[in-house]
């Protein structure tokens, strides 16, 4: 079987690459270098079934990292859990096949917390509680005259 | 037995209940896996401050606290998810009184929250739990993109975040060797069923989890429909299943049934998986009134919680495993009705 790599569409698909999350299998057909960059990595000979059809499921040291929290790519692979909201970010290369994999789509569907609701005052307050202990006044003083603004408003 | 699941509800003989988890995070903080000790205890001090108004109704208890089997307890009767016994540093559980609801801070995410019902009761605990989450979203600033949708430590659970799953007991299923036909057909129509999962127990039990499998690429609205279509699918199956058992192998059902009554109503000492095979068996007769003048249906669930290793702690103390079989037999009989 001859294919094109899923991930660059140019060069031949070589290697199937699983991933299992929480018990979720997806599966993608890449090239040896898609797969090398998107951190995959040769799984034991000894599992090696046929030469095209090699399983890879765990990852590359040298690869993607999260700069907000330094996941790596490889450690979520490994353990199924990202590290923080940013790692959608840094890693949404290969979340998005993953997410196919398991949910057979890759866009949210339905509401978002902005909708159904204007800004909230709580909100503000959260805000202003987090700016205060990180110490961050500017922020904070913008946040209190919002609250204000708010509050005379509604009264 | 929680007071909620003491109420039982629709298609009991089959859907012991309902629940509805939603899991959300905090969009300014890494996820609770991610955070040093320190930050844990200032993420969870923030939360009981700020839900502490909107949950009012709730007690709290800072389950790191807790010894292991006041930990096992909770989670043997699903007041808690089990994750927590990963890790408990820094976790946090708001609970009801009737422990129908509970929301858990600091688990694999910021905030989980899962509302339950006795039965099949889809409407119940989704009309609650969207509730409670609209309240959140009022005071918490929650992680979500567009793309993704509200985001989760584990990527199974992104998107809406919302799952609805059901305990069920399904005895004919697996006599008639109807399993795999039944994942099968709920595979395709978007939910898994898997085993339920005891510690002390090798063999594969009748009580299985039922739950919606995906979270990404469909709304609320569409996670509902799919619930209450394979537990609809799923009962009847059921229900069929036991009919045809129970005109063609009438005299073995009734045998393994009423062997259970003999057992339960003279064994001096029961062991943990004999426990767990007698409740499978005796609340197949208490839904099918075999023997119900012995015990009925709602006895007969309990024996399944009653039996396990942290309850017959909760209820006198640790003890070797001789203390514990001659307890369970205990409690086992206490459940038998008094008047035939």
Known sequence: MTSKCQSCKKKEAEIKCIVVIDGKRSEKYLCRDCAISAGFEEQSKMNRRKTKDFVVSSANKSELVCPNCNLELSQFLKTGRLGCPDCYKSFSGALRDILKGIHSASYHRGRGPGEERVIDIAQLKWKLSEAVREEDFELAARLRDEIRVIEKDEN | ?340
């Open chain 2, 1 to 340: 037995m929680p007071t909620w699941l003491a109420e039982g509800g629709d298609d009991f003989e089959v859907a012991l209940f309902t629940e509805a988890v939603y899991v959300r995070n905090l969009a300014d903080r890494p996820f609770p896996g991610r955070l040093q000790s320190e930050d844990l205890g200032t993420t969870r001090r923030q939360l009981t401050e700020y839900l502490g108004n909107v949950l009012a109704e709730y007690r709290f208890i800072e389950t790191d606290r807790l010894p292991n089997e006041e930990v096992s307890y909770l989670v043997e009767r699903n007041s808690v998810s089990s994750e927590i016994i990963e890790r408990k540093e820094g976790t946090g559980l708001f609970i009801t009184d009737d422990e129908s609801s509970w929301v858990s801070l600091n688990t694999s995410d910021h905030l989980r929250f899962r509302f339950a019902a006795g039965g099949s009761d889809v409407e119940t605990v989704y009309r609650k739990a969207r509730n409670l989450e609209e309240q959140l979203e009022n005071i918490l600033p929650f992680a979500f993109s567009e793309r993704f949708g509200f985001l989760t430590a584990r990527p199974t659970e992104c998107g809406t975040g919302l799952f609805l799953r059901f305990t069920v007991h399904i005895p004919g299923i697996l006599f008639s060797n109807n399993l795999p036909a039944l994942r099968d057909s709920l595979l395709k129509a978007g939910s898994t069923i898997i085993p339920e999962v005891n510690p002390g127990i090798s063999t594969e039990g009748h009580l299985f989890t039922v739950q919606t499998a995906h979270t990404l690429g469909i709304d609320e609205e569409e996670i509902l429909e799919i619930s209450q279509d394979m537990i609809s699918e799923l009962a009847e199956m059921e229900y069929h299943a036991r009919d045809t058992l129970l005109s063609k192998a009438k005299y073995q059902i009734e045998d393994k049934i009423l062997r259970g009554i003999g057992i339960l109503t003279h064994a001096r000492m029961i062991a943990e998986q004999e426990g767990y095979a007698l409740a499978n068996a005796l609340r197949l007769g208490a839904a099918e009134g075999i023997a119900s003048e012995t015990l009925d249906l709602l006895a007969a669930t309990e024996l399944y919680l009653i039996g396990k290793p942290a309850h017959l702690i909760a209820l006198g103390g640790k003890g070797n495993k001789l203390e514990m079989d001659t307890r369970r037999a205990e409690l086992f009989r206490s459940y038998i009705k008094l008047e035939g």
